[in-house]
DNA sequence: GCGACAGTGCCACTGAGTGGCATTAGCTGT
DNA sequence: ACAGCTAATGCCACTCAGTGGCACTGTCGC
């Protein structure tokens, strides 16, 4: 994930180049010049490259968008696969979420902030941004639920994953409105206060 | 919502059946062919529309599909901002649901289901559909930041209401897993069950 | 060097979604 | 009943996302 892997075959360094140029101009460009504005063939112009090739690398234009979005919850499934995760489940997975995101690339910062922003004020992003939180619940459910048997409480056990998503999205959102203040330790924090928050937010009246 | 309206002006009337016979064949063609394979050729030679109409009527393909979906929470978001909600806030709007599930159209039961089944097999339809969730969402915490004045806890009251649709979620899943047994009915139990759950899936170990 | 083959470019195609303009059909007034 | 107004529709041409097929080229194993 975060390093350039000198050491492999050619033909895959050179793909990786084309995948991470994709990405890193795709968001320049729909930054810059707005998402619907900016068509594939801009995107294809602009990185020399086929919209075939486009399409080998990524399944969609909200894909290359979200590409930084995907490469965290892909980072974070992994390491709630391989992490023991024992106490309380939302604060282990809390914890695995410290520790992935500590984990990630320093320019992944840049790109999930840039990420963020542009997936909040394009609405088509947002759905596909929640579709790939969605797909990640589904996967920890799986994964969670074959570890301790088939016979555990499914619904609690989902129901667990989705609060777990409803304060990161939470904390997100707040990171986001702030411009992403203090970097991914400022994110860490936000995160921190919000799953502290829970408790509160059952109660609270209107 | 329910009623024909009879007393409608013509016109209206008129436009009132071609958007329900878009929403009616849409949801049959796409169970029985699938959604990908329906297009909206299919639909409009169905319907005897053009193309054009069906989109002065939904917004998309994925639209017409959830149309059962928009129905409830635009019900639901009236309902909020109708109601006084007292108490704690988690538990008054999981009652306004119930309210809004028991005064929806008993045609709307069929059809949602059909939708929730429909959109969990097609990715773009969950994607879509989770936009909608956090649409409402986003609606709710404005009506409700609104009244009790500017001042009070966003994040708070944001985290809340995610939750309650992590909740949502989740029972709704349920539900369909059982193939929508007891109807609406046997979907407010769920609720209620899946609401009860909270504490217990704060606290469980993995 | 020399095949094998992954990765790419090119081309033609489908299908979603939009803009423009002429036409229809429902609601007026007289 | 008739004519005029306007919302709703139909039709046509267009853009752009996404796919399939096939020829080509650069890389790898021999």
Excluded at 9 to 31: D, H, I, M, N, S
Excluded at 46 to 65: H, I, L, M, P, Q
Excluded at 124 to 137: E, F, I, K, N, P
Aim: charged share 30%; proline share 2%.
């Amino acid at each position: 994930m975060s390093d350039d892997l000198r050491e492999l075959p050619l033909r895959e360094r050179k793909k990786l180049r084309t995948r991470r140029a994709l990405a890193e101009t795709a968001l320049r460009l729909f930054t810059e010049r707005g998402y619907d504005a900016t068509t594939l063939d801009d995107l294809c112009d602009a990185v020399e490259v086929s919209k075939r090739t486009f399409f080998r690398n990524y399944r969609s234009k909200e894909d290359v968008a979200l590409a930084a979005d995907s490469d965290l919850w892909s980072a974070y499934l992994d390491r709630v696969a391989a992490a023991r995760l024992d106490g309380p489940l939302l604060e282990a997975l809390r914890v695995a979420l410290d520790a992935t995101l500590e984990a990630m690339d320093a320019d992944w910062e840049r790109r999930f902030l840039a990420t963020r922003e542009l997936s909040e004020s394009v609405p088509v992003l947002q759905a596909h941004s929640l579709g790939y939180c969605q797909d990640t619940t589904r996967a920890m459910v799986e994964t969670l639920a074959g570890r301790s048997g088939a016979g555990v409480d499914d619904s609690r056990l989902r129901l667990t994953v989705e609060i777990f998503v409803a304060a990161w999205r939470t904390a997100c959102l707040r990171w986001t409105a702030q411009g992403g203040e203090g970097g991914r330790d400022g994110l860490t924090r936000l995160i921190e206060q919000t799953f502290a928050l829970i408790p509160d937010a059952l109660t609270c009246t209107a």
